[in-house]
C-alpha cells in the first residue's frame, strides 16, 4: 500500500468510532483500502454475472445521483461566503483535483445539502465536472455516515455529473490520494 498521511486519517477513527490514534487510523486505513479493492472486484464479477438486470438499476441509480444537481441552487457568491459553513482544506479534497485546483475553497449551506466551490476565496464558482459542488442527500456537517453511503460512493462510481471526463478507477485513485494519502504502489 502507498503513503498515508497522518492527519487525513485520524478523522476515520471518528466515523468508525475506532480509538483515534495513528496506529488506530493507519490499521483502519489499510483495512479498509484492501476491503475496497475486494468489493469493487466483486462487483465487477457481480455486473459481469447479472447482465441486464443490475444495468437497469445502475443505469436508475446513476440517473437519480446526476439529477441530484438540479436541487443544488446557489444564492450569491458573496452570501454564500458570509452565510455558509467554509469546509477544511481536508474536507474541500474531493474538489481540489487537478492542476491549479489546489486552492479550491468549499462551502455547504448552513443544513450541509447544498455546495458552492470557488478557485480561492476571491475567485470563481467553480463550474467544472471534476471540482464543482453538488447537493448531498446527507448533510456532512450532521450525519458523515450517511453522506459516505448516500453521497461519496455514488460519486466514486459515477463521478459529479454525466459530463465528468474521468473513469471509476482514476475515481478510485484520486479518492485514495484525497482522503488518506493513499497513492498506487
Known sequence: MGHIRESSVLPICEILNAPNSTSTAGTVVSALWTAGKAVVNGLRTSVDATGDALG??????????????????????????????????????????????????????????????????????????????????????TDSRGHIILDVVPFIFWGNSAEDPRSFSERVIQTGEATFGIRPD
Open 56 to 141: 437497469t438499476t445502475n443505469d436508475a441509480l446513476k440517473r437519480v445521483h446526476y439529477n441530484r444537481n438540479r436541487s443544488n441552487n446557489l444564492p450569491a457568491p458573496d452570501t454564500v461566503k458570509a452565510t455558509w459553513v467554509r469546509l477544511s482544506n481536508h474536507q474541500s479534497n474531493f474538489h481540489r483535483i487537478g492542476p491549479g485546483a489546489d486552492i479550491n475553497v468549499k462551502f455547504v449551506s448552513p443544513d450541509g445539502r447544498r455546495e458552492a466551490v470557488f478557485h480561492g476565496l476571491d475567485g470563481p464558482l467553480v463550474t467544472d465536472p471534476i471540482n464543482l459542488g453538488t447537493y448531498n442527500f446527507a448533510s456532512p456537517l
